[in-house]
């Protein structure tokens, strides 16, 4: 069912052997082919449309028809185009602010912002020797806070007091309070998780954002997530403004394809990705392994040296 | 307000008094795709519309009936509540699944529907791994009046649930709702462990778990096949339950799933609340996909 995209393109490959060069009609039924592998792998489909369309321009031209090898040119091609459109490798977390640098974290229930923000804070106090707050402004969810402050002690980290009753908006200002007072370099803020289409919620997100100003907001998303990846992308980046994602769960065996819908609806830089549930389990971004798994294919970088 | 309003304006604008033609049909397939039933299966039920309607006259409405009829066919054998056997004091349910899904909380919701049903209920708090995983289910324990067995954080998980079972077991509970660590599908070493916390359960009664839940959450994509391949054969998966159906995603990938595996969908998911567990129902399930309940 979830065949790579050699495997879908194995037909026509085997084709192509026979005769050597590729026609246009050639490169149409690739197309076709490597559409499914997209969307097998969750990329949303106004991102596929659009990526095919690029892929098109590249591979109709001379380059491809005269190649001795045409199937692998289509694969290298794809790959390359794909590996463009995921955007460079990893920028760090941006703190080109005055302390207490704001960074809040956004994002769907249980997607793994309160882990990421363990993880990012755990980050920044280890290599980049910073003094970390974190602050959890989640008073809906049973035991939210506790979660944090557990994960504090777990990676020695500094977690917000917790004033019970007090609203989120209102602890993100004490958040910031103390972040200044106690001479802080980095404010973390996790969020409640909320539904994209949750008026009332993203509201709320809205004036935390407004009461904190925020450097970095970081959208942290499943590597699992399928089509509802344009319109969490959409939502959040236009309600609260995304300026990066966090793709968590990496470890799993999701194709992924959401990274690049993810990467293409909000134009924003994916700068981490989540690959454990341990506290440590926190990568830089490289956009080929992520285009390679996209594709399906962990043997595409082998394949194209051939071509 | 929800992304089916995509769907039903598509669908409302292709097919206003037209003849079903290749270009509405493909238009009507990326929609189908859009809600996540994946590209074979959206390629499938367009091609059943083909194959009946194809260059008639067909009005937007006809369509999505059509549509939703189809994905009801699939889906109603596996629209299934949860029934507890009476015969089993207690009746075990082992709820398990991916990190996030929605285990604990459906744990709570339930606890309070069989609550309400008269049952007695015990949870157990299986996750001993996860920060404040305990203290979560927990305060589901005190909103639901149910008692909570528990243990410290890092507890062997398999001991706490063979001691669960024993208490629960001795005060006469109907039922029994474990609740277990998330974990990846491709993580052999942590299937294995809940492959040991079902050995270990057995022990006190060999027919348990008599339910084994697993929540996929809506807004996964086709990676939730893999979810319910591996969990199923690891640990004899029984039962489904979607959480997260009051977001805009549409949990599409659940008509393959119906179609490849036919395990029972007991429940939905449609909100973090006590209250927001809601029977699986086909119909407007499937209605939903193809935005025909819009304006209800
Ligand atoms: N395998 C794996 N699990 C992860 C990763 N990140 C988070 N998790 C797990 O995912 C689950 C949810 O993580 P949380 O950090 O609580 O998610 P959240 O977004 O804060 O959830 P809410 O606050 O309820 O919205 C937990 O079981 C985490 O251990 C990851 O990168 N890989
Ligand atoms: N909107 C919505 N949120 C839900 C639903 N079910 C669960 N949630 C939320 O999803 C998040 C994760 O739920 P949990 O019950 O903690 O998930 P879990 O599977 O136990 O997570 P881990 O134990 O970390 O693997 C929480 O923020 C819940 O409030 C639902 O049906 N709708
Ligand atoms: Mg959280
Ligand atoms: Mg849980």
């Known amino acids: ?307 | 307000s929800k992304s089916t309003n995509r769907l039903t304006d598509g669908i409302g604008g292709i097919f206003t008094k037209r003849k079903l033609d290749d270009e509405t049909l493909e238009e009507l397939e990326e929609l189908l795709i859009q809600a996540d039933l994946g590209p074979a299966m959206a390629a499938r039920v367009t091609g059943d519309l083909a194959k009946s309607r194809f260059g008639k006259e067909i009005s937007p409405d006809e369509v999505k009936r059509f549509l939703a009829d189809e994905i009801a066919k699939v889906l109603a054998p596996v629209a299934r509540p949860l029934v507890l056997d009476g015969s089993h004091k207690p009746h075990v349910v082992l709820v398990v699944g991916v990190n996030g899904t929605g285990k604990t909380t459906t744990i709570g919701k339930y606890a309070r529907e069989l609550r309400d049903a008269g049952k007695v209920v015990w949870l157990a708090a299986g996750d001993t791994f996860r920060a404040a995983a305990v203290s979560q289910l927990q305060i589901w324990g005190e909103r639901t009046g149910a008692p909570v067995v528990a243990k410290e954080t890092g507890a062997d998980a398999a001991g706490l649930a063979y001691e669960a079972l024993e208490k629960a077991r001795a005060a006469g509970a109907d039922v029994l709702l474990i609740d277990t660590a998330g974990r990846l599908q491709n993580k052999q070493g942590l299937m294995e462990e809940l492959r040991k916390i079902v050995r270990v359960i057995k022990k006190v009664d060999p027919t348990a778990p008599h339910t084994t839940l697993l929540t996929l959450d809506a807004t996964t994509g086709q990676n939730a096949h893999s979810q319910v391949e591996v969990f199923k054969e690891m640990v004899s998966v029984n039962g489904l339950i979607l959480t997260k159906l009051d977001g805009s995603a549409r949990g599409g990938v659940l008509v393959s799933l119906a179609q490849k595996f036919g395990l029972p969908v007991h429940a939905i998911g449609v909100g973090e609340g006590i209250d927001d567990l809601r029977p699986f129902d086909a119909q407007s399930f499937a209605a939903s996909l193809v935005g025909l309940d819009e304006g209800r």
């Open chain 1, 1 to 307: 069912m979830f065949d790579g995209l050699t495997g879908r393109l194995g037909d026509i490959f085997d084709r192509l052997r026979r005769r050597g060069a590729l026609s246009e009609e050639d490169v149409g039924a690739a197309l076709r082919e490597v559409r499914v592998a997209l969307l097998e792998a969750d990329v949303a489909l106004p991102v596929v449309k659009s990526f095919i369309n690029g892929v098109k321009e590249k591979a109709v031209g001379q380059e491809v028809l005269r190649s001795i090898t045409p199937g692998q040119m289509v694969i290298k091609i794809v790959h390359d185009h794909l590996v463009e459109m995921l955007g460079a490798e990893s920028e760090g977390i941006n703190l080109n602010a005055e302390a207490p640098v704001p960074v809040l974290m956004l994002g769907l229930q249980g997607s793994g912002k309160t882990t990421s923000t363990a993880k990012i804070a755990r980050l920044l106090k280890t290599r980049e020797k910073k003094k970390v707050l974190m602050a959890s402004l989640d008073t809906r969810r049973p035991a939210a806070q506790e979660q944090l402050r557990i994960l504090g002690e777990q990676v020695d980290v500094a977690t917000l007091p917790i004033v019970a009753g007090e609203d989120p908006v209102t602890i993100a200002q004490r958040a910031m309070r103390v972040g200044r007072l106690e001479g802080y370099d980095v404010v973390l803020l996790d969020t409640a998780g909320r539904l994209a289409i949750d008026e009332e919620l993203m509201d709320e997100v809205v004036r935390i954002r407004d009461v904190t100003h925020p450097v970095e907001s970081l959208l942290v998303v499943d590597a699992m997530t399928g089509q509802d990846a344009v319109t969490v992308a959409t939502n959040f980046n236009d309600k609260v403004g995304v300026t990066g994602i966090v793709m968590t769960r990496i470890d799993g065996d999701a194709r992924g394809g959401a990274a690049l819908s993810m990467r293409q609806i909000t134009g924003r830089p994916i700068k981490l990705l989540g690959t454990g549930e341990k506290i440590d389990a926190l990568e830089a971004f490289h956009p080929d392994r992520i285009a390679g798994r996209i594709l399906g294919m962990g043997d595409v970088l082998s394949l194209v040296e051939k071509a």
